[in-house]
């Protein structure tokens, strides 16, 4: 491995010497047929890709890309996310096994395993989400054949301690994968603490404009990859040429953009806490917030996503919170350019243990504006919260 930090791996590998005169970034080769010439030959892939579906020179540097970020041997892409959970999900359990995982985890990857693993016969148990790592080894069973991770969880931000759950999976023969999706592969590097599969949503930080959907998964188990690449050969996923671009052009400035926004996350964080009308910011990297000490020890940087709880109220206020915004886009994702918000009370509801909370719960993504400019538009949403709280 070099010995250069990511920042500068994410950009070298764009301008390694020896490749001969050529762009910066690779040709967008949009193809289904590839052609030969020579019949010997049509089926070698040595020479590249023989179909379209194997994907052209754009994914394949962003798969090395990501392989080389998450430390793993290798990683492949998808089309969205939520393909990346359920590739693995697919890959490594059969009929007849448990899978355990969080409460908290995130909501179509609960639906996905409550749903079409069900049918497959695959059961989950979905554990209270602040179950912490000696509570979850205590409730692996016989049949327990894969536990999956999110840390800090969906929505309520939950932390867990990674390597205390990896390494006791690996001494039962239980298979670990983690939801990364918070940490990017930058901030968190799940395989070094000896899970077996990272994934993350690409559409988030590492695409970075809110203009693409794509998963990534990483691993280097090489029973894990292999069942992870024949999942995917025998689902016919594929990542269009363009989207693959368009997420290797993100990769290369996401340490600069994860930064700035963790850095304007935390500054609203704080500003948060301190105010009158807020019970708790659900946010780790915040000194005093629930998971601080496993986010001090386990992460090199913060995502810009967090969690609000509000001291009571009710739906309108909570939508009259949001209405007053000029800022904060209302719009579901994150990890782009733009601050959002949204409002996720009624989500607690699909929960099998729905947690206690002091009011209604939004939950705010940062993005690279100017944080003071965003702290006042906030207090804008402030003012019209009481308002509403003050109505008949
Ligand atoms: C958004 C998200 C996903 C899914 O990503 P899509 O590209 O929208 O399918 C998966 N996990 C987490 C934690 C997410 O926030």
Wanted: hydrophobic content about 45%; aromatic content about 6%; overall charge negative.
């Amino acid at each position: 491995m070099s010995p250069h930090s990511d920042r500068t791996r994410l950009i070298s590998s764009a301008t390694r010497r020896g490749q001969g005169r050529r762009p910066v970034n690779p040709p967008i080769e949009r193809a289904s047929t590839m052609l030969s010439d020579r019949a010997e030959t049509m089926r070698d892939d040595a020479d590249g890709p023989t179909y379209g579906l194997d994907g052209g020179s754009a994914a394949r540097q962003l798969r090395a890309a990501l392989a080389d970020l998450e430390g793993a041997a290798d990683a492949f892409i998808v089309p969205s996310g939520l393909a990346a959970v359920t590739v693995p999900l697919l890959a490594l359990t059969r009929p007849g096994d448990e899978v355990i995982t969080s409460d908290a985890i995130y909501g179509p990857s609960r639906r996905f395993l409550a749903r079409y693993q069900a049918a497959r016969g695959v059961t989950t148990r979905f554990l209270p989400a602040d179950t912490d790592a000696a509570g979850l080894i205590a409730a692996l069973g016989d049949r327990t054949r894969l536990v999956l991770m999110e840390s800090p969880a969906s929505l309520t931000f939950e932390m867990i301690d990674v390597a205390a759950v990896a390494s006791a999976c690996r001494n039962r023969g239980v298979l670990t994968v983690i939801d990364n999706t918070w940490g990017a592969g930058l901030a968190f590097k799940p395989l070094a603490y000896g899970v077996d599969v990272s994934i993350q949503a690409l559409t988030k930080y590492v695409s970075g404009h809110s203009d693409v959907l794509m998963g990534g998964i990483a691993a280097s188990v090489p029973a894990c990859l292999r069942a992870v690449a024949d999942t995917i050969e025998d689902l016919g996923w594929h990542v269009s040429p363009d989207d693959a671009w368009l997420a290797l052009r993100g990769l290369r400035t996401l340490p600069l953009r994860y930064g700035e926004q963790g850095r304007s996350g935390l500054i609203v964080a704080e500003w948060l806490q301190a105010r009158p009308e807020v019970a708790r910011v659900l946010y780790p990297p915040l000194p005093g917030a629930v998971g601080h000490d496993l986010w001090t020890r386990d992460f090199t940087g913060a995502a810009s996503l967090m969690g609000v709880v509000l001291k009571g109220g009710h739906t309108a206020a909570a939508c009259a919170f949001l209405d007053a915004l000029s800022l904060f886009g209302m719009g579901y994702s994150w990890g782009g350019f733009e601050s959002l918000i949204t409002h996720e009370t009624h989500q607690m509801a699909y929960r099998d243990h729905p947690p206690i909370l002091e009011g209604e719960l939004i939950r705010l993504h940062i993005g690279l504006e100017d944080p003071a400019d965003l702290i006042a538009d906030l207090e804008h949403g402030f003012a019209a919260f009481r308002a509403a709280l003050t109505l008949p």
